[in-house]
């Protein structure tokens, strides 16, 4: 299974273009880049927001030429 990082507003970004093996990974990075965020410190106005999801395009990849 591969996965994804897209943003909720639908733009692409260096973030986006990544492709990941397992959820952890993808999640891992987002944890990086807003892990230290605190809720007290954090303008919400500001901040981008990622969804993590299957990337259905490169698992049909993989099943139509069998690997």
């Not at 986006?16 to 093996?21: A, P, V, Y």
Request: hydrophobic share 30%.
């Amino acid at each position: 299974m591969n996965y994804k990082i897209v943003r909720i507003d639908g733009k692409e970004d260096d973030v986006t273009s990544q492709t990941f093996s397992n959820f952890a990974d993808a999640y891992d990075l987002l944890d990086e880049i807003y892990g230290d965020i605190c809720c007290s410190d954090a303008d919400y106005g500001d901040i981008i927001y990622y969804d993590i999801v299957e990337d259905k395009k490169i698992e049909k990849n993989i099943h139509e030429k069998g690997i």
